[in-house]
């Protein structure tokens, strides 16, 4: 019965697992028709992209977890292997060795060894025969031993095998259904951001909806209290700053004409494109002021320089510092990301001065030529 216990076990687990693939797979179907639905309901259409955004990557991270799960018990099963090679590889080599010793003590009657004794000159020299037939038996009995012990563990290596193929079996299972999620999430996702980009009325909404964003945040920038953070002489760098990201520039400061529906929108930043997971970092030093979501920027990360000053990173994949920390030029603030965004993976970075925009492009100094 112990035998066909794990055979059972993953049997149930890829029962349930297949369960899952095939109701992710009528899910993505679904999710594929209401997606035009779902943007045509009232309400904040930031909002429903954000929570498309948010669901990915739940969906992402646990498809890491998955597939670290999946690469832990592989990397056991194959310990487990050459452990088990090793333990029969020894045990193989000590019988080479004590095979031939064995027969002979098979051969070695007590009616001989008694005879080996006896034939000896003296009761001393007999004495002698018996401690030296006594020790070599020792270590005789000691290596055989060790062979039944290279033989034991080598049988346990070999039921841990047949358990960590089952779980291996289980996991991949799940990494696949996983997967599967991973692409549901994504292909949703992108399904929202692409008919915002085509659809001129969710354009458009989209962009009346980023333009309350940026009024909301203003206004939070302008009431963030100017004595948090002594003075850092920021103004003094102007001109100098480095960039936060190494990437190219895709927008800058100020208005942008939207060439498909010839829309306006203003930018208080400029926005940097680069690879997902690229790092961030400070541009001088400062305090954590904000650091978490904000509607329609993301993960948004605010440092404050002091004089009301602030730099802004939006878009974040990650932030690592928490509100109240202190950070130097060059510190790593964050990793690139696509969260809150509705044309993927970039940095959205701003210059405020007591809630006012200041084009960053004045303040950074100019690219290498």
Known sequence: MSALLPVLVLALSTQGVRTKLKAVGEQLEQEQIDVQRLLSQEGPLLDVIEAASSDEATADRALRDAQAKRLDVA????????????AQTAADAR?????????????????????????????QEAERREAAL???????LSEMRGVLGDLKASEQDRVDIVKLEAD????????????????????HHAALLAAVREERGLHERAAKEL?????????????LPAERMAS???????????????????????PILNPRFHTVTLQKGIDFRADPGTSVRAVHRGRVVLAGAFPGYGNLLIVDHGDGYFTLFAHLGSIRPAVNDLVEVGDEVGALGDTGSLKGPYL????RRHGDALDPADWLSPAPQ
């Open 75 to 86: 990397q056991r099963l194959e310990a487990a292997r050459t452990r088990e090679r090793a």
């Open 232 to 254: 850092t002489q920021f103004a003094d760098s102007r001109g100098h700053l480095p960039a936060p990201v190494d990437g190219r520039i895709e927008l800058g400061f100020g």
């Open 134 to 140: 006594r020790q070599i038996l020792e270590r005789d």
């Open 211 to 223: 333009m309350s964003a940026q009024d909301r945040l203003s206004q939070v920038v302008a009431r």
């Open 348 to 351: 959205h970075f701003e210059i």
């Open 168 to 187: 291996l079996q289980t996991r991949s299972t799940e990494a696949q259904a996983a997967e599967l999620e991973a692409g549901t999430r994504r292909a």
């Open 95 to 123: 019988l080479v060795v004590f095979e031939p010793r064995l027969r002979v003590w098979q051969r070695l009657s007590a009616d001989r060894r008694l005879e080996l004794l006896l034939s000896a000159g003296s009761a």
